[in-house]
Every structure is written in C-alpha cells, then in structure tokens.
C-alpha cells in the first residue's frame, strides 16, 4: 500500500489557489515542516493529519490514500 499523503495535500492545496506558505499558516504549522508533508519526507502527528482532513473537507482515510474521496 502507498501512502499518497504528500500527494493529496498538493492537489488539494493547488484546488484551492493556495502556496504552501499560506497553507502552512492557515494549519498553524512553520512553512518548511508543511513543506516536507507534502514532499513526502516526513509524517504529520495524528493530530496535525486531523486537523489538515477538517482543513481541506476530506476524510484521513482519504488523505492517506485508503480510500477516494
């Protein structure tokens, strides 16, 4: 199984027009952690990745890549 995680939160960042800095703000997270999220070279805490599935709309299921939207 893949973890598609970085994947989706760039995708679903892009959706909304929005840089990964001003995303980072949004989460409340520094830029350069958000940043490596989403390039996949590091794990978010179970509360940030809870945080992001409420930011965005989705599930975490879907974020992970367990299940399409």
Do not use: C, H
């Not at 679903?12 to 490596?36: D, F």
């Amino acid at each position: 199984m893949k973890i598609l995680l970085g994947e989706r939160l760039k995708e679903l960042r892009e959706e909304q027009g929005l840089t990964q800095r001003q995303t980072a703000e949004k989460l409340g997270l520094n830029s350069v952690t958000y940043l490596r999220y989403e390039k996949a070279q590091r794990e978010p805490p179970l509360s940030v990745l809870a945080e992001m599935a409420i930011f965005f709309e989705v599930s975490v299921d879907y974020l992970l890549g367990l299940k399409e939207y």
